[in-house]
């Protein structure tokens, strides 16, 4: 699988090179900058794409501007944002561009090579990956609905919003498929949402829902 | 009844016109100069419904001599003029309302005149052009009056406001003396704050991390290798850069929060109200320049109390106001919700206190059980 990478810190990019190499992936190019990403992108064409959000000149959110550029030029290309912080913002702006194949996580989840090369790899196959903080901070601000779930069940929705298909979340929980099942059904008749398929249509109904305002004084 | 005031102002200000042109030589003498400017500024404040300034009793009446001489030239020209505009303006108003019904009480010779230079021979004409020029010396009277009136007192306030006298302005410096140490104060605590959780916290994982990879390299050159040791240590270690990773990013957060550094503070309160549980409402004025330091306090301000009405207010709304005005940057946080906010219970207004006097700014809760709540933040930008 073709890797084409926006980061212009030589150590961490070096990491990747290293890390991804080792995991079989081929880094076909490495851009310092939004311009040669783009560059880089149209002339490699690459299975997938990890961009940091801050880059040259200005290191504010070219990264994050790069990715939904490079996104409406070539539509569905998968781009998995690092960064080191998250903010839901961006996380919003990225899942708002058409198709799946979006990935938003902190740097530091890197570190742990399996899940980091799962989650490139879900993005790579068109699916999502978003960071387990962006989604805590969404399920922490959520009024009552969410306090209705058993703990349990907010474990099985939190790696739902990360993009997580039923067999990741089974395996991860050390529980059967049919128990993931029907947490799933427990979850959706509890928050009052349509059941849908266990692709990237899920990640965003659950991410809309967590997102979306509402009183914390109940309904 | 604004016309009339104004009006009564500007014909006013041509009679003094008048006697500052005449009375030249006797108000020369500072005494009277100053006693002259003083009655002049007191008008023009009434006029303008500005209140005298605090303090400023030790200046009164009159101010600087040099002012009060400097008015006199400037009042002659401002007064005569606006005054005769005013004039000119009644007056034709009076001639239309006496010509009107009266005209052939005159004699035939010296008619009275209309719309500038009509004799008025009929009913007809009298009755045609006098009620016009009474309504359109009305109109201009309605809409010029106000704004010259306005004119002659900014100008007569701008010569003769009294400057500070030295007892206000070494008042102003102790103040400012005072606050500079008290920000200087909480600067420094903000410092020590830094920095003790640097050293304790990240710095501390740091030297853990390097101790237990230290001794996973000496554990697995060993002759008798302890596999089992050394994928301790390792995992240990790695665990300790995540725990690391998630301090510093806290520590940079209470900073500068990258958010800020990405987006401005436009793009930061964007993304800080729209994540917010409750819908909320964001206004944000014509700021200019403003200083990082002021963007992360204001960033934080509406976080923390934004974080409150989520989690404390129940209200269904809530609104964001940021802006500039005289010299200070204000900043509203306001919730229909029910109130109650006690600044003793939770550290979060009590931390956008610490910051706010940081920046010798001041904070308001106001906050009566039952609601709505309003947090007001002023900061002083004299950037």
């Known amino acids: 699988m073709r890797v084409v990478i926006a980061e212009d810190n030589v150590l961490l990019s070096t990491g990747l090179e290293l890390l991804l190499g080792r995991a079989g992936f081929r880094v076909a190019a490495v851009a310092d900058d939004a311009a040669g990403f783009l560059t880089a992108v149209r002339e490699h064409r690459p299975d997938v794409t990890i961009v940091d959000v801050r880059l040259p000149p200005s290191f504010r959110d070219e990264g994050i501007r790069a990715a939904l550029r490079a996104r409406r030029e070539h539509p569905g290309l998968p781009v998995l944002v690092l960064s080191q912080y998250v903010e839901?913002?961006?996380?919003?702006?990225?899942?708002?561009?058409?198709?799946?194949?979006?990935?938003?996580?902190?740097?530091?989840?890197?570190?742990?090579?399996?899940?980091?090369?799962?989650?490139?790899?879900?993005?790579?196959?068109?699916?999502?990956?978003?960071?387990?903080?962006?989604?805590?901070?969404?399920?922490?601000?959520?009024?009552?609905?969410?306090?209705?779930?058993?703990p349990r069940e907010r474990e099985v929705l939190g790696l739902m919003a990360q993009g997580h298909d039923n067999n990741a979340i089974g395996r991860q929980l050390v529980i059967t498929d049919n128990a993931v099942h029907k947490h799933i059904g427990n979850i959706f008749a509890k928050l009052g949402l349509a059941v849908s398929d266990s692709g990237h249509r899920r990640v965003l109904a659950v991410l809309a829902y967590l997102n979306a305002p509402r009183s914390t004084g109940g309904h | 009844?604004?016309?009339?005031?104004?009006?009564?102002?500007?014909?006013?200000?041509?009679?003094?016109?008048?006697?500052?042109?005449?009375?030249?030589?006797?108000?020369?003498?500072?005494?009277?100069?100053?006693?002259?400017?003083?009655?002049?500024?007191?008008?023009?404040?009434?006029?303008?419904?500005?209140?005298?300034?605090?303090?400023?009793?030790?200046?009164?009446?009159?101010?600087?001599?040099?002012?009060?001489?400097?008015?006199?030239?400037?009042?002659?020209?401002?007064?005569?003029?606006?005054?005769?505009?005013?004039?000119?303006?009644?007056?034709?108003?009076?001639?239309?309302?006496?010509?009107?019904?009266?005209?052939?009480?005159?004699?035939?010779?010296?008619?009275?005149?209309?719309?500038?230079d009509v004799p008025v021979p009929d009913w007809t004409t009298a009755l045609t052009l006098g009620p016009a020029q009474i309504l359109v010396l009305g109109a201009v009277a309605y809409l010029a009056f106000p704004p010259m009136a306005r004119a002659h007192a900014r100008i007569c306030l701008a010569v003769v406001s009294p400057l500070p006298t030295d007892e206000q302005l070494a008042a102003r410096v102790a103040v400012l003396t005072r606050t500079r140490a008290d920000v200087l104060d909480a600067h420094g605590a903000e410092l020590r704050r830094i920095e003790r959780d640097l050293h304790d916290g990240t710095q501390a994982r740091l030297v853990a991390i390097a101790m237990r990879l230290a001794v996973a390299r000496q554990a697995?050159?060993?002759?008798?290798?302890?596999?089992?040791l050394v994928e301790d240590l390792l995992r240990d270690a790695h665990e300790g850069t995540e725990e690391a990773m998630t301090e510093l990013r806290e520590v940079i957060r209470t900073v500068y929060p990258p958010i800020l550094a990405d987006r401005g503070l436009d793009g930061a309160l964007t993304a800080v109200t729209s994540r917010c549980g409750v819908p909320t409402r964001l206004d944000i004025g014509d700021l200019g320049r403003v200083p990082a330091a002021a963007e992360a306090t204001v960033y934080f301000a509406v976080a923390e109390a934004l974080t409150n009405v989520a989690k404390h207010s129940q209200a269904t709304s809530a609104s964001v106001r940021v802006g500039r005005a005289a010299g200070r940057l204000s900043v509203v946080i306001t919730d229909d919700g029910t109130g109650g906010a006690d600044e003793r219970r939770g550290t979060g207004l009590a931390g956008i206190r610490r910051r706010v006097l940081a920046l010798d700014g001041v904070v308001d809760v106001d906050s009566p059980a039952g609601g709505p709540t309003a947090v007001t933040v002023e900061l002083p930008c004299g950037w």
């Open chain 2, 1 to 116: 009844m604004r016309t009339w005031r104004t009006g009564v102002y500007l014909l006013g200000s041509l009679l003094s016109g008048v006697a500052t042109v005449t009375a030249l030589p006797l108000l020369g003498v500072p005494r009277l100069a100053r006693l002259w400017a003083g009655w002049h500024r007191d008008r023009a404040e009434k006029l303008l419904g500005t209140p005298p300034p605090a303090g400023s009793a030790t200046g009164r009446p009159g101010g600087r001599t040099s002012r009060a001489l400097l008015w006199l030239p400037v009042h002659a020209l401002t007064g005569l003029t606006l005054g005769l505009a005013a004039l000119l303006c009644v007056g034709n108003i009076v001639v239309a309302v006496i010509a009107t019904p009266l005209w052939w009480a005159f004699d035939p010779r010296s008619r009275p005149r209309l719309v500038v």
């Open chain 1, 88 to 150: 839901q913002q961006y996380a919003a702006e990225l899942l708002a561009t058409s198709g799946g194949g979006v990935g938003y996580l902190l740097k530091d989840r890197v570190s742990r090579v399996d899940q980091f090369v799962d989650a490139l790899r879900r993005v790579a196959d068109g699916g999502t990956a978003m960071d387990p903080e962006v989604i805590a901070q969404l399920v922490h601000r959520a009024g009552d609905p969410i306090a209705a779930l058993t």
């Open chain 2, 220 to 228: 697995f050159a060993d002759r008798t290798r302890d596999d089992q």
